[in-house]
Structure formats: C-alpha cells, structure tokens
C-alpha cells in the first residue's frame, strides 16, 4: 500500500502550485481639493473597433498642439458608454449602466499632474447630470408610461457621496397624456432648470410624441427640488435633445433655450417649428415673446444638433442640413450664433463635412475666458483637437489623439 | 470500417469465383463484445490461408470458400483480444460460429485507451472530434456542462453558481457559433428548464465534441463546432438512482430507468432535480443604500441566487422490430425557477427579481435500416416545445450588497417593471436519409427544419401587446454528404444550404392619433450555400492523421431576431456570420508494455470569421442589440496527452492556445489602419489547460470494493478585459488555477459513495468581467443501482 500514500503526498503537493492574489486597494480616504495653479486637460479617448471598448483617459498640458495616443498610454475606464462631468475640480467617470447602478469614478490631478483615483461611489444609471453649485444633480427618468416617475439625486462633491434624492411623476408634469422626459439640467440662478420633451412612453415608440410643437423647461428650487412652474414656448419644438443640453445661461443671467426641432412620431419627423433660440430674460419666469433667433432662416437650411456656450453671447453650434435631419444624428458643420446681435458666421479652417467620421458630441471644452472652443474631430486619418477662435470664427488644429476618437474634453488644476 | 472496400472486393472476387467453380465451404458467424453488441469492422481470417472477411455493422461475416481442412480461425479488432478457434471443415459445408472479443483494454474508471468501440470509432473519424466517455464521469457530480471544462480547446464561463448563465467557448468561437445537441438533434429553444448546466452526467453516455467541421448528419448551422450528447443507449433492464447534497445547501437529484419488454417494448424514465441556494461569498464593494458610498472589499454572501430545476423525461418504444430498429415517442416536461443577483456587473445587485421557465416537449423519433430498398436507412425526429419563460421584476426596491434596500411607493421593478410572459412554439423536424454503397462508401441526405412563432403578454400592461405582435420564423439546413472509405483512408465531402425566413409584422400609427395602431407584414429571407471536406488516414493502426475544411456559415438566432423582451432589442437585419475553417490533427496511440498505454492528439486550426454578431448597446441605450461586427483570425493549436499503467493509474492533460487576432483593419470611415489591427482579442481566455489523473484501489478491504482518488486541475493563464496594446493603467483577470478533489467508494456494482471537493484552495475564480464564481466547495454524493 505504498503507492497511494506517495499519490496523495503528489497530489497536494501539486496543489500548492496556487497564484497569489494580490489586492491593490487603491482606495486613499477623501481629501480636500483645492483648486491648483496649474492647468491640465483631460481627454477620454474612445478606441475605434468593433468590441472589447473601453474609454481611456489621456492628460495633456495643451490643446494646441501634439500627439498623444491609447496606445499603451491612458487610464483604462471599465467600457465605454461612459460619461463625464467635471465639478469642484474633481473629474468624475460615471458608467451609463443600462438602467442598473453602476460605480462611479472619481478623480484628481495630484502633485505630479498625474490623474489619481481618489473614490469609487455607487450611482444609478442617469440620463442627465449637470453640477449646481457645489453639488450634481443626476436625474434617472422613465421612458415607460406605466411608470411615470423621475428619480433625482443630489451628489455632494465634497464627500462624493448622495445627500438627498427624491421623485417627480412625470405624467403630472407633462399633463397632456404623455410623460415628460428630461433632455438635462441646467442651473438658473441657483435653481435646477430641466427643459424636456415630451414623449409616449409607449411601446415601439417611446420617444414620439402627438405634441411636436412645444418647448418645456420645469423649474425646481434647490436643494429642495420643490417644483415651481412649467415654462413654454410653442415657437420652437423641444428643448435641447435626449441626452443633451440645450440650456445655457448667460453673464447677464439671460438664459438662452437651443432647438433641434428633432420632435418625431412613430418614425416620421413632425415638427413644424424651425430650430432656433429663444431667450428667458434674466429674472423673468416666461419667454421673451419678443426674441426669436431662427436659426435654419439664418443658416440657410441647416439646424442645431449640439451647442457650446462660449461667453459674451457666442454659441458654437454644430450645423446638420435640414434634409438630413434626424432624432440622434450629429452635425459635422459648425458655426458660431451670436444671440446679441442674431448674427450667423460659419467657422472655417475645419475640414471638410464630408471628410469627418465623428465629431465630440457632449463634452467640447470652452475656455474660462471665452475665447476659445475645443472641439474633437475624427476625420479619415486621425482624431484631432480643433481649437476654434470665438472672435475670429476660425479653427486651428490642434492636438492629435491617435487610436480613438475624443469623447470628452475637460480641465482639471493641480498645485506642483 | 476501412476494411469494407476490401471486402467487398473479396466477396465480388469470391462470387465470381463461385460461379466459376461451384461448390464452396461457408464460414459465416457473428462477433460480438462480452455485452452481445456487434462488433463492427472485426478481421475474421483463416490464419495461414489468403481467406478471411470483415463483420458488418450487425457484427456478422461470412467467408465462402472452396476450402478443406484444418485451419485456425483468427477474429480480431482494436481493443480487443484476439480470439483464436482451432477448426476442421468440410467442402461444401456450412459452419457457424458465435464469436465473443473480450475486451483487451482496461475497463475500469479510468478513462480507456482502446476497447471503448463506439468512443474510439468517433474518435477515428476524419472529422475533428473529441469524445467524453461519460460513463467515466458517473461517479462525480459533474453535470454536462462543467463536463465539458475538461475538454481540450474547451473553455466554459458561467456567471455564477447553480444554474447560472453558461457560455461555451470551443477553440475561440463562444456564444452561439457553438450548437448543443443532444443525440443528434439541435438543442434550439429548450428553454432555461433544460439546459447544459442542469442536465446531470448521468443522462449521457459519451459527449462528442465536434471542433470546427460538423458532419451533415447533425443538421445544424454550426460556425464553430458542436457538442452532440448522446444519451444511454437502452440495452437491458436499468434502475439507478442518485443524490448528492454540498456546499452552499447544494442537492441533486437523480434517477435512471430502463425497462424493456415483450417484442422489444422499451421504456425509459430520466428524471431530475436541482436546488441551490448558490449563496457563496464574493468579494465586493458593497454600497451605502442612500448616499452611495463603498464599503471595499466587503467579504459577503450572495443573497438572492437561489434556483432549482426539476425535470422528466419519459419515452416508450419498440426496438428492433419489422417497422422499425427504433420507434419511440418521448416527452419531456420540467420547470425552473432563477432568482437573479445580480446584473451584467457585480455592482449592480438585486434582491427580488426572478424568472421562471417551462418545459413541455414532446418528440418523435424513428429509425429503419434498410428501409423498402436494402442499404437505404431513414433517421426521424421530430419535437415541439410548448414551454414558456416568464420575467417578474414587480418590486420597486433598490437592493445593495448588504440586502439592505429602499422601497419606492409607486409600481416599478428593480430593473423594469415587468410580469412578462412569452411562449416561443419552437418546432423541429429533421430527417436524414443515407444510402450505403456496397464499396463501403455512403451517400447522406438531411434536412433540418425549425420554426418559431413568439406569442408572449403582460398581465401588468394588457394594452401593450398590441404594438409587440407574433414574431415568426422558419430555418431550413439541408445537407448533401458522400463518405468515402477506402483502405486506411477516410473521406467525406459535403454541401450545407442554409435558408432562413424571418416573418415579422411592424406596427405603425397611421393616423398620428395617440394610440392609434396598425400592421405591415414584412418578409425576409436569407439563402446560403456551404461546403466542405475532411480526410482522415491511418498510417499504422496506431497513427492517425486528419484534416477537414468547411466555409461554413451561422444563422441569426430568433432571440437576436426579435429580441428577449428583457434585455436583448431585436436586430432584423442581421446577417448570418460566416468562417472559413482548417483542421489539422495528428493521433498516436502506443502500446508501450501490456499494462502501459499512451495515448498523444495534437490538432492545429485556423479560422477566418467574419460578420461576427457581437452585442453592442441601442440607440437609447437601455438594451443590448446584436450586430454583425468585426473580422477575427484564430490560429492556434490543442494537445492532449494521457498515460494509463495497469487498471488502476491514469494520468493526464490538455493544454490550448489560440490565437485570436483582430482582422479588421480599416474601421468603418477610416483610411489609416485600425489602432487594434492584429491586436489579441480582449475578454478571452487564450492559454489554458487541464490536469487529471485517478487511481484505483481494487477488491480494497473486501472483494468488489473499489476507491478510486481522482484529480482535476484548471489552469487558465491571465487575460486583459480591453484590448492588451491601450492604455498603461489596465484592467485585467489574473492567472487562475482551481484543483478538484474526489474520492470514490464503490461497494461492488450497486452501491457507489462519492465526496468531492472543487476549488480546494479556495481560490478566487472569475468568469465574464468582474463575476465570481463559488469558492472551496464540499459534495458527497450516493448512487444506487437497482438493476
């Protein structure tokens, strides 16, 4: 009976052949963020390829020039379908999780410019978020008319974690038969302004709606989220679009409303308004009847799909033809509206339409003193960042990020 | 067999010789093995004479002959020992012979060589098979599924415990490139009641694995491979039955029988039960319920995971008779019930959202050797499932790793709010039909047929179904083989046509009235022709070499079609995934003394794929939708080497390494080459591998007792979850090695105890992103046999 003996003494030995499992618990409490001296720009780079995608982070000291890559380089997100919001100096990388919560990931720049994950916090999948004040508000919104409620949360950027969350039941809102879906947030006065539209909620069509030609805005108080009115406006359609702003606000508090005019029902495009803007004057609750800015008059034949508020009056927009108008399409065109003067001037020194792939939708970087818009542009070639001069209308190329197309561009600030 | 052209030959030769000379002896005979199944493909010789013949498939022989004397009759085949009759004949007369091979090899649990007929006849075949013996793995608590995760090229991920999603990856193809089924006939649209990772081993006798080239005769749309279980066969009277209980409140259930009659009346009863709880520990970061924070690296159970599973299958039938070698009807009813923990990540936990499925599939299935015309074999089978799957999700609660969870007041669903309920009235009809040609050689005709009709409500929203109307579709695969056997060579070629109607109706609003709804029909049909050949020679009986090459193509599933109506939006316009497909295997197996054998395969592939259909996420997000993506190569090579000394001691193992390569190499839009050109897939195991061995104790402490200590080691080398060549700050899967422990004590044939550890160490194994697998697990295990 000696061989079994030496089997057994051979199987466990084999069974001390075991890897090691190292945990690296990157986690390092929460400190204070002082805003820093020094600027860096964060870009999410989404890589070009059929699967396997994940975001990648890449920092860089200026936008006008270079060329960074993915290629062995970056903070690798988990997937793609991520989302970004910088608030309080801190940059924050939400997972769109498909109607489930999923982590979200905070981080800074640290001494040596480097971007340091400082928490991971647990937030349910949002479709719109925008910081008021020191806080986010993230909003989960039902697109089922049986279950007509929005869910908002209140993320403390200071803790990184919620401090209040509540619901609005939709159907009341929209007080028509449908459900009012928030396109996004946008703080008014320290109040949260949440333009929708309005949309079945229903079976094969959940986001066509029988009123195409309508803007609401529905204003809360804040932080108590107490619903205070519905703004319209019936010149326009609705306001920005799903999952895009179409609110901005001015130095002089005059808020400006973007319309896409993208209203369908059952597949076919039915709005009869034009995009266009129209103005809330600065401590008024209703729009100015007076103010028109008829954008697809003014461009002769083109609409706003995106917008970026530069300062002084000055969107950048991006311009998709009338003919090709479409519920999610993206505009490869762009130009700068002036809301001042109604002035419509096309930027040059970009490449042709035709000869873009993509262009960065949400997240275009304006700087702090207005004067400059940074775009992300993938052309046949390369993704590139094009800095556009407010003044001048025209674009520079910039920084060229190869191996992906730019999802985002923000800025964070560091002390060395 | 490969000696069938030569008999033939020999008795074309023999008739004429007949005819030329008149009066002949005849030898004519039957071999069988100690069981009395034939034995095909014998050499009966008259030793020292140029006389001899080959059994048929019924193991019989005849030798005509002008012969006198005393010769030595000589029957042998692989495996078995050579018998030897010393005989006296007469001219003109006739002599009859009963001849039993015992088997050579041996035949206890550990895994044989040689003398396995049936296993090792697949095995030989030119295709690329690998064959379980499942019989071996009775005494384990294995099911079919994780049966498999001991194959060469052969990775299984589950998301879980008991019950878990399974996903099959066969030397690089996953999902559903790879196609289930189970004696021949495609596992489509079972349902979650029946299912890979619920059928226990002891339903099948050996599972053949088909890598790459699939034989016509299986009828399925098969891009990567396919697994065919073949179930007992029933050839006398059976009663067993067996329970095993383990870790994490585990239990299994299952009895076995088979009863035959007068006029050869069969039946058969398989039925089965499995519960768990599956509440092992994970690590996780568990959140705060309301402000969100982790907890990190919180070591908790899971708490929601519970499933069972409860399933029969009952058949009757007749056996050789007139009408038919085998006719029988068979129903299988079953249930399953599946709390869900968690989503496609392990963050996202859920506490009270469930499924439950059904089973009820009644199936016809015919065979007849020489059917009206001698040589002509029919094959029938037939099945329809009148199952269903439903999804309750009716609490509005959100849970956190903790169990803890908020309640909110108004209607909603953890996920979505849902009590929907669908039945997809899946139907199957296969027939094949092949002619035997007396040179050995066989022509093959067959035809699969599947049809679908999704029929499905929600009690919570009545008014919805009208814009979700019956989603329908037919799936036709019909295939035109010749096999060719000529001395030590082997040979099929073949032709597969796929055809595909999806009948769908799309609603509208023609009004533009809120609520106002109507239909267009709509039609579209795809029509695909495949081809392929595979060779296989033997060099010596103990050298083997194969190749195959197949353009083979996989249709959209119904589910990819039309969606699940839970997570999956349906895409109509997919396209059928399409690969290219070289094999090349080598086999040897060496006799080194009588008690030592070794057995070495080695097989090299190449796959050119593309229109993969991959999921990505909807235009809003909120689903996922299959869609033709991307080009991939695989180049890569499996080896399995196993070594038995004497009865008691066999060892082995099997190592895989595929080289996945991305093909594409100009995106969509793009004129400079894609960054991840011929960059590794990312999310794929691509070096693995497995470790076993096993030792018998025999007629220990008493005569008839019987330990056998067995191992099982995994070994499956890191992986990057994002593609290997971006970033610098990566996630990835660390190297993961799990060992697997079992004692096995048999007290004569009828009484059989096992205990069984798995994941000795303890060790922490991940599947699909960041989802763990259980830990150290303990299962003892009873199996009785009646008859």
Redesign the interface.
Known sequence: MNKPYFLLVAIFLSLFFISCDNDDNGDTGDPEIPSGDVTKYVIAATPTASEGVADYLLTVDDLTGGVISTQGNGVEQDGTYRYYVTSNNKFYSLLYGQGNPGAVTTYILDADGELEKISDFQSETVQAFAPIGDEILLAKISRNIDEPFASWYRLSTESNQFVGEGQINTEVLANNGEVAFFTWITEVDGKAYMPYMSVKACCNDRFGTSYPDSGWIAVFDYPSMEFEKVITDDRISGIGRYFTNGLSVDEKGDVYAVSSAVSSNNGELTASNPGAIVRINSGEDEFDPNYFFDLEQASGGYYPTFHVYAGQGKFVLNMEAVADRGTYSTGKKYAIADVYNKTFTWVTGLPDADDIVLVTSRNNFASADGKTVAVGITTQTSSYVYNIDIATATATQGLEVQGGKITAIHELSYTE | MKYNILYTLLVWCMGLIQMAWGQETELSGRVTNAENQPIIGASIALEGSPYGGISDENGRFVIREKIEGEYTLVASYLGYTTYRQGIKVNVGDKYKFAIKLESAAITIDGITVSGKTELREVREKAYNVTVIDALQLHNTTLDVGHALDRISGIRVRESGGVGSQMNISLNGFRGKQVRFLIDGIPMDNFGSAFQMNNIPIHLAERIEVYKGVVPIGLGADALGGAINIITRAQKRNELEASYSFGSFNTHRFNIYGVFTGENGLIAKVNAFANYSDNDYKVAV?A??I?????F??QNLRRFHDQYHNQTLIASIGVRDVSYADHLSAEMTVGSSYKEIQT???I??VFGAWHRRGTIIKPALKYQKKDLGIENLDLTLNAHYNFGSEQNIDTL?R?Y?WLGQYKE?E????E???STYKYRNNNGLAMANLTYRLNDGSSLVLSNTFNSFNRQGSDA??PD?D???RPKKNLKNISGLGYNLKFEEWDGSIFMKNYNQQNYFS????PT???GDVAYVNAHNSTNLLGYGLAVSHFFNSNFQIKTSYEKSYRMPETEELFGDLI?LRGNLSLRPEHSHNINLGADFWWNIKDAEKLHISSNLFYRNAKD?I?P??D??????IMDN??KVINMGIETEVRYHLNKS?NIGGNLTYQDLR?N?QY?E????E???YRDR???MPFLYGNAD?S?T?DNLWNKGHKLT?G?N?LYVHGFY???P???????DI????S?D?TLTYSLGRKMQFVVETRN??D??LYDNFSLQKPGRSLTGKIKYTFL
Do not use: C
């Open positions: 970061d959140a705060d309301n402000t969100g924070a982790y990190p690296k989503g496609a990540r963050v996202t509005n959100r956190n909110y108004n209607d909603g669903g996920r979505s709010y919570l929203f919805n009208a814009y979700d799309q609603s509208y609003n533009g009235i809120y997570n993969f991959r990505r996420l235009n809003n997000q909120t689903m996922q993506l991307g001691f991305n594409v995106e839009g793009q004129t400079v894609s960054v991840v897939i990312p999310n061995a030792y104790f200590l191992y080691g979850l994002y593609w060549s971006l970033g610098n700050d990566k996630l660390p190297d993961q090695i060992h422990v000795l160490m060790s922490k």
